[in-house]
């Protein structure tokens, strides 16, 4: 069974670039999320969608971070404009519907904004 | 709010060395929980889970036993490995809605040596 694929694996910018990543979840996996992981803390949930519908967005920096998922499939994270604190590896991760079900993660994306 | 409290790492052992990592959570009813590894330069992957108190989830040596009373969830392995060094993220799923919230502890990195 393929993984949840992410690209790119790098990006480097220049603060007040936009920039953008890609997700493609596990085939059949209803729910998708992006995480932040910042150096040295865990991963933050930025936003949670079930199918193509938005369930959970409080964390995101609406200002500047949208997101969408086309068709209940992939997914798009965007930033702009970019600041230096936005600095972290991007984690999409999808999973099953129900308890307990796991999620499976991708490698992540590493942005540098410099 | 649901909430992960794991112990401050890093965590050093030599090889055949007892290995605890900490952790407790804070939320209502039931959730899932879960502890996730991540190698280095890797994403993170599922290591063991328990959906309901008192179930104990076992992988590759490792054990955490779901304790409602005390609210925790502690990762065990009788003898390490240098290959167990990775960062240990302990986390909880907790329905809101009709949907499942997974949130994260900081992690603990641990590193065992020869």
């Known amino acids: 069974e393929a993984g949840v694929a992410q690209s790119p694996r790098y990006k480097i910018i220049e603060k007040r670039q936009s920039v953008a990543f890609w997700c493609n979840p596990i085939?059949?996996?209803?729910?998708l999320y992006w995480y932040q992981q910042i150096l040295g803390q865990g991963p933050k949930l930025l936003i949670q969608f079930q199918n193509n519908g938005v369930v959970d967005d409080s964390q995101l920096p609406k200002d500047r971070f949208s997101a969408e998922r086309l068709k209940g499939v992939d997914s798009t994270l965007k930033i702009q404009p970019a600041k230096l604190e936005d600095s972290a590896v991007y984690l999409c991760a999808s999973s099953l519907e129900g308890k307990g079900t796991e999620a499976f993660f991708g490698q992540g994306t590493r942005l540098t904004v410099v | 709010g649901n909430s992960v409290t794991q112990m401050e790492g890093p965590v050093t052992l030599s090889e055949e060395a007892f290995l605890t990592i900490n952790c407790t959570y804070t939320?209502?009813?039931?959730?899932?929980l879960f502890w996730y590894v991540q190698y280095p330069g890797e994403g993170l992957q599922l290591l063991l889970k328990?959906?309901?108190?008192?179930d104990k989830g076992s992988n590759k040596g490792f054990e955490a036993t779901y304790r409602k009373e005390t609210t925790s969830f502690h990762l065990e392995k009788g003898s390490v490995q240098v290959s167990d060094s990775a960062v240990y993220f302990c986390?909880?799923?907790?329905?809101?809605?009709?949907?499942?919230?997974?949130?994260f502890g900081k992690g603990t990195l641990l590193t065992v040596n020869p």
């Open positions: 328990a959906t309901k108190a008192d």
């Open positions: 939320a209502t009813g039931y959730p899932s």
């Open positions: 986390a909880l799923s907790k329905s809101s809605g009709s949907n499942y919230k997974l949130t």
């Open positions: 085939s059949g996996h209803a729910t």
